[in-house]
């Protein structure tokens, strides 16, 4: 079983900063792949950025460059900071932990509750 717990959300004007951190616990594998996802109201969840258990990191175009994600691998943690901050980055923001079975099995997704973020202009 897998449970994840994101904090660090809130309310933010543009430009600033914010840094999300999603703590990971149960039975957590070395192949796991963390992320974060996002979700504004009326539309879809969009993946804002990824980074497996090697380090290798994948963003969307519209954060890169300011968003950071990193991952502690002993505290089972990811973080996701957020610079220069804009209106459109208002969202819901979920933690996201992917397991690969490779051909054994389609891969299982667990997801955490969600924490807001509203960037004011």
């Known amino acids: 079983q897998v449970q994840l717990v994101e904090s660090g959300g809130g309310l933010v004007q543009a430009g600033g900063s914010l840094r999300l951190s999603c703590a990971a616990s149960g039975t957590i594998f070395s192949i796991d792949t963390l992320g974060w996802h996002r979700q504004a109201p009326g539309k879809q969840r969009e993946l804002v950025a990824s980074i497996t258990s090697s380090g290798s990191t994948n963003y969307a175009d519209s954060v890169k460059g300011r968003f950071t994600i990193s991952r502690d691998n002993a505290k089972n943690t990811v973080y996701l900071q957020m610079n220069s901050l804009k209106p459109e980055d208002t969202a819901a923001y979920y933690c996201?932990?992917?397991?690969?079975?490779?051909?054994?099995?389609?891969?299982?997704?667990?997801w955490g509750q969600g924490t807001q973020v509203t960037v004011s202009s």
């Open positions: 996201n932990l992917e397991r690969q079975y490779g051909s054994s099995r389609p891969p299982r997704a667990y």
